[in-house]
Each structure stands twice: as structure tokens, then as C-alpha cells.
């Protein structure tokens, strides 16, 4: 089983990524899909999670009203839309799902 993401950069602040993370080896069209994150000196966090189905979401209050999590099962693919971005949004940006882990993709958002 692999999860690949992708997408990270560098960017501004107050400008857009979208990270996406494609999984093989195994559909995972029955499981939650989430996005985690890991800043410079900090612990892992949460960042957004998705229902099987698309129909539930949850993020951190951090990313609320700025972020959107979507997948397409169809692909076995999950999607980080990441608009008005901030410096504290800089991390490796991590998509995990049933218990795996992708390899991390970075963002820098500069000032």
C-alpha cells in the first residue's frame, strides 16, 4: 500500500495549494481519509478529515473557512485545497488513511 502526495510549494502569503494524495495497493473508497501536518519544532497536528462518502467533513479550527478536503473514490484520491495561506501554515503536510501514512509533502508560505 503507498500514498503518494503532492502538490506542495512555496507560496506567498494569502496565496492557494492543492495537495493531493493518491493511494495504491488497495481501495479505499469505505475509509476516512485525513491530512495531517508537522511544523519546524512542532508535533504532528490535524488538519481535515473526510467521510467515506464525502458527505462529512472536519478540520482544525486553524484551517476553518480557509481549507477544503474533497476525494474522488473513483481515483482512490484525496485532495487539501488550501486558500489564504499563512506562515503558520508552513509543514509537511502529511495524508493518511486506515492507519497509513503518505511520505509527506512541503509547504512554505512566505511573508
Known amino acids: 500500500v503507498q500514498l503518494q502526495a503532492c502538490g506542495g510549494g512555496l507560496v506567498q502569503a494569502g496565496g492557494s495549494l492543492r495537495l493531493s494524495c493518491a493511494a495504491s495497493?488497495?481501495?479505499?473508497?469505505?475509509?476516512?481519509m485525513g491530512w495531517f501536518r508537522q511544523g519546524p519544532g512542532k508535533e504532528r497536528e490535524f488538519v481535515a478529515a473526510?467521510?467515506?462518502?464525502?458527505?462529512?467533513?472536519s478540520f482544525a479550527d486553524s484551517v476553518k473557512g480557509r481549507f477544503t478536503i474533497s476525494r474522488d473514490n473513483a481515483k482512490n484520491t484525496v485532495y487539501l485545497q488550501m486558500n489564504s495561506l499563512k506562515p503558520e501554515d508552513t509543514a509537511v503536510y502529511y495524508c493518511?488513511?486506515?492507519?497509513?501514512w503518505g511520505q509527506g509533502t512541503q509547504v512554505t508560505v512566505s511573508s
Open positions: 495497493g488497495r481501495t479505499f473508497s469505505s475509509s476516512v
Open positions: 473526510i467521510s467515506w462518502s464525502g458527505i462529512s467533513t
Open positions: 493518511m488513511t486506515s492507519g497509513y
